[in-house]
T-cell receptor
Framework: SQQGEEDPQALSIQEGENATMNCSYK?????LQWYRQNSGRGLVHLIL?????REKHSGRLRVTLDTSKKSSSLLITASRAADTASYFC???????????FGTGTRLTIIP | EPEVTQTPSHQVTQMGQEVILRCVPI?????FYWYRQILGQKVEFLVS????????KSEIFDDQFSVERPDGSNFTLKIRSTKLEDSAMYFC???????????FGSGTRLTVV
């Protein structure tokens, strides 16, 4: 797989449920970030986790990072209809500032 | 909250024409980027810009592409002779320091016909 692969590709859940999305990557990273993109719109930065961190919280978001498995997960708790969007992970390497994006998970929250 | 502003939001151009995509990054940011997203595909890095010069560019960013920061506020991407495959959403982003979260603009949808 390529650097930054999310799974699942698509996820539909009922409003109020928790949504978990996963991201795997191949090369060593400096930071891993998660972004949200509403259909046809820009990318909104959600959270950044550094390579020496294992877990981070921001509101209803919880991100974990396992550098030994080269994977990260994004958990959205108590989902809302407004959370419907595509979610991307993006990594940057040590001494390499460009972001490499994953393929994204399309999340649909059913009211 | 400070925003990255991109204009126009949508541009249609004839193949072979030059286009300039404009961005106004956040005022105290020092690092500037262009990314693109072909419909249904990944977001791809094009170029990064710091201290008035290109710091890194991808294979996509060939001689047809150029970037400029003509004054203290604007950051532009020029495509000299557009091709059909240049049709994509182009995103500008800026960051205050390296390794921090980027702020992306809402994008310019470029359609080459």
């Amino acid at each position: 797989s390529q650097q930054g692969e999310e799974d699942p590709q698509a996820l539909s859940i009922q409003e109020g449920e928790n949504a978990t999305m996963n991201c795997s990557y191949k090369t060593s990273i400096n930071n891993l970030q998660w972004y949200r993109q509403n259909s046809g719109r820009g990318l909104v930065h959600l959270i950044l986790i550094r390579s020496n961190e294992r877990e981070k919280h921001s509101g209803r978001l919880r991100v974990t990072l396992d550098t030994s498995k080269k994977s990260s997960s994004l958990l959205i708790t108590a989902s809302r209809a407004a959370d419907t969007a595509s979610y991307f992970c993006a990594t940057d390497g040590i001494g390499n500032e460009k972001l490499t994006f994953g393929t994204g998970t399309r999340l649909t929250i059913i009211p | 909250e400070p925003e990255v502003t991109q204009t126009p939001s949508h541009q249609v151009t004839q193949m072979g024409q030059e286009v300039i995509l404009r961005c106004v990054p956040i005022s105290n940011h020092l690092y500037f980027y262009w990314y693109r997203q072909i419909l249904g595909q990944k977001v791809e890095f094009l170029v990064s810009f710091y201290n008035n010069e290109i710091s890194e560019k991808s294979e996509i960013f060939d001689d047809q592409f150029s970037v400029e920061r003509p004054d203290g506020s604007n950051f532009t991407l020029k495509i000299r002779s557009t091709k059909l495959e240049d049709s994509a959403m182009y995103f500008c982003a800026s960051a205050r320091i390296q390794g921090s979260g980027y702020t992306f603009g809402s994008g310019t949808r470029l359609t080459v016909v």
